[in-house]
């Protein structure tokens, strides 16, 4: 079965902060994406990469970056957190099919509490 | 006007029920619709995905797609308490990420 693991489940941190997650996949996907989830907003994009070292805006991308130095490992950083920035945070991983039918796996997920 | 619209529910059911979660689109360049359930605390999974207008069934789901009218349908026959979970619809189109609708929050009471 694919593995995304996100490293924390739960992360409590202070405004101003900078604040690391950590994704990683076992099943050699090309593709990785992070999403943030909340109520009534649903799953909104932030960042996404096709290969290593290539990284591509989503439709929320202010406030954060991402690093993709390996292939298995994609991190989202928020530079600076601030509460507006409360959420729970989502990776996935695919492999790229043809017309995009691609099929996300997607991790547990980290609550991230900015105070 | 949003790209997906789902209502957001809740929605709550007797065990046993058949169920109906809806989704409306907007772009006609949508290819691939899928639908992902959504446990608490968990992550999305993929749960049905299909390409042409017509009916896919797995067990008891039954994901339905009309193109001309721009609407995807997911039925849950028999329902069980174990389905209760968030249903996201999802759109893919060529080489861009899936569009995701915002979920409709399901409970099935036994």
């Known amino acids: 079965d694919v593995k995304v693991t996100q490293s924390s489940r739960y992360l409590v941190k202070r405004t101003g902060e900078k604040v690391f997650l950590e994704c990683v996949q076992d099943?050699?996907?090309?593709?990785m994406f992070w999403y943030r989830q909340d109520p009534g907003l649903g799953l909104r994009l932030i960042y996404f990469?096709?290969?290593?070292?290539?990284?591509e805006k989503g439709d929320i991308p202010e406030g954060y970056s991402v690093s993709r130095e390996k292939k298995e490992r994609f991190s989202l950083i928020l530079e600076s957190a601030s509460t507006n920035q409360t959420s729970m945070y989502l990776c996935?991983?695919?492999?790229?099919?043809?017309?995009?039918?691609?099929?996300?796996?997607f991790g547990s997920g980290t609550q991230l509490s900015v105070l | 006007q949003k790209e997906v619209e789902q209502d957001p529910g809740p929605l709550s059911v007797p065990e046993g029920a058949i169920v109906s979660l809806n989704c409306t689109y907007s772009?006609?360049?949508?290819?691939?619709f899928m639908w992902y359930r959504q446990y608490s605390r968990k992550g999305p999974e993929l749960l049905m995905y299909?390409?042409?207008?017509g009916n896919k069934e797995d067990g008891r789901f039954t994901a339905q797609v009309d193109k001309s009218s721009k609407y995807i349908s997911l039925f849950i026959r028999d329902s069980q308490p174990s389905d209760s979970a968030t249903y996201l619809c999802?759109?893919?189109?060529?080489?861009?990420?899936?569009?995701f609708g915002k979920g409709t929050r399901l409970s099935v009471i036994a």
């Open positions: 996935a991983s695919s492999t790229p099919q043809s017309g995009g039918n691609e099929k996300l796996f």
């Open positions: 099943m050699d996907h090309e593709n």
């Open positions: 990469s096709y290969d290593v070292k290539m990284k």
């Open positions: 772009n006609s360049a949508f290819q691939y």
């Open positions: 299909t390409y042409s207008s």
């Open positions: 999802a759109w893919a189109s060529g080489n861009t990420p899936l569009v």
